[in-house]
């Protein structure tokens, strides 16, 4: 290996957004995950919707999935102009 080229490998502590946390060794002191094998419905078997900043909200809302044909069909009326 080369002298002088390779980063600081430092021990880490990974937290997850759950409250988990566990010991490592990377070139960061600390890393925040949002997801970990202890919550993470892979490894839960448990179904979890990870909403970020409103994402499954607009999706839902621009491909108006949950209404009926009709409602789709509807349409506010554009308010008339001066």
């Known amino acids: 290996m080369k002298p002088k080229i390779h980063p600081e490998y430092v021990d880490c502590t990974v937290t997850c957004a759950c409250g988990v946390s566990f010991k490592t060794r990377s070139t960061r002191p600390a890393i925040r995950v949002e997801m970990c094998n202890q919550c993470h419905p892979f490894y839960t078997g448990k179904q979890k919707f990870v909403d970020t900043a409103g994402r499954v909200e607009r999706f839902t809302k621009k491909y108006q999935w949950g ?3 009709a409602e789709k069909a509807e349409k506010p ?3 008339p102009k001066k």
């Open 77 to 79: 009326a554009a308010a």
């Open 67 to 69: 209404k009926t044909d």
